[in-house]
C-alpha cells in the first residue's frame, strides 16, 4: 500500500462516505460565499468612509445649506454616502415643516430628528448587510465540520468490525478522511470571524460619525432664522 498515496487530499475526499463529502461540499461553498462577501464589504465600506470624509469637509466648509443639498442630491455621476442622505432627509423635512403654517420651532426640530433617524437605519441596514451570514458562518462552520468528522470516524470504526486485526494502515485513511471537515470547517470559519470583526468594528464607528453629524446639523438648523 501506498500510504502517501492514500492520505493525499484529493484521495481523501474522494474515498469520503457520501454525507462527508455532502458537508465537505457545503462547507467549500459556504466558503466561497463568505468571500464573495468578505470582499464586497470590504469595498463598500471603504468606499462609505470615503465618501464620509469627504462631505464632513464641505459641511464645514460651506455652511450654505442650500448649496450642500445641491452637493448631497444632485443626480450627478458621484456617489452619494449615507451621511449626505442623511443630510437630505433632514433638510428636506426641516424646509417642508417650516413652510407650514402653526409649526412651532421644537415640532420642526422633532419632524427634522425623526426623519434623519429614519434615513439613518436605513442606511445602517445597508452596510450591515451580509454581516448576520458571516457571523454564522464563523459560529456554525466548525461544528458542521465536527459532525462530518465524527461520522466519518463511526463510518472508519464500523469497517474496522470486519478486519479480524487492526492497524495503522486500516485505521488512518479512515480519521484523516474525517478530519479533513474539520479542517474545511475551520478553513471557513476563521476569516469569517475575523472579518465579521473587523467590519463590525468600522460600522460602529460609522453609526457614531452618523449619530455625532445628525447632532450637529440639528444644532445648526435650530440657528436658522
Known amino acids: 500500500m501506498d500510504v502517501t498515496q492514500d492520505l493525499s487530499f484529493v484521495h481523501l475526499i474522494s474515498h469520503a462516505s457520501v454525507l462527508v463529502q455532502l458537508v465537505m461540499g457545503l462547507l467549500l461553498l459556504v466558503s466561497v460565499l463568505s468571500w464573495w462577501y468578505i470582499f464586497l464589504k470590504m469595498f463598500a465600506i471603504r468606499d462609505e468612509v470615503k465618501l464620509t470624509e469627504e462631505f464632513e469637509e464641505a459641511f464645514w466648509h460651506n455652511q450654505n445649506l442650500n448649496e450642500l443639498y445641491k452637493y448631497a442630491s444632485g443626480n450627478s455621476t458621484r456617489e452619494h454616502g449615507a451621511m449626505e442622505r442623511i443630510f437630505a432627509a433632514g433638510f428636506v423635512e ?21 426623519a434623519m433617524r429614519a434615513t439613518y437605519q436605513r442606511e445602517m441596514d445597508r452596510l450591515e448587510s451580509h454581516l448576520a451570514f458571516l457571523a454564522s ?13 465524527v ?8 469497517g474496522l468490525a470486519n478486519v479480524g486485526q487492526a492497524t495503522l494502515a486500516h485505521v488512518a485513511p479512515g480519521i484523516a478522511e474525517a478530519l479533513v471537515a474539520t479542517a474545511m470547517g475551520l478553513f471557513a470559519a476563521i476569516p469569517a470571524v475575523l ?18 453629524f445628525s447632532e450637529e446639523f440639528s444644532n445648526v438648523l435650530q440657528r436658522q432664522p
Request: proline letters at 2%; a positive charge.
Open 94 to 114: 426641516f424646509v417642508k415643516l417650516k413652510k407650514q403654517q402653526g409649526v412651532d420651532a421644537s415640532a420642526v426640530m422633532e419632524g427634522t430628528r425623526r
Open 151 to 158: 461520522w466519518g470516524i463511526m463510518n472508519a470504526f464500523r
Open 195 to 212: 472579518a465579521y470583526n473587523r467590519y463590525a468594528h468600522d460600522i460602529n464607528r460609522l453609526s457614531t460619525r452618523f449619530e455625532s
Open 137 to 149: 458562518v464563523g459560529s456554525v462552520s466548525p461544528y458542521v465540520g465536527l459532525f462530518g468528522t
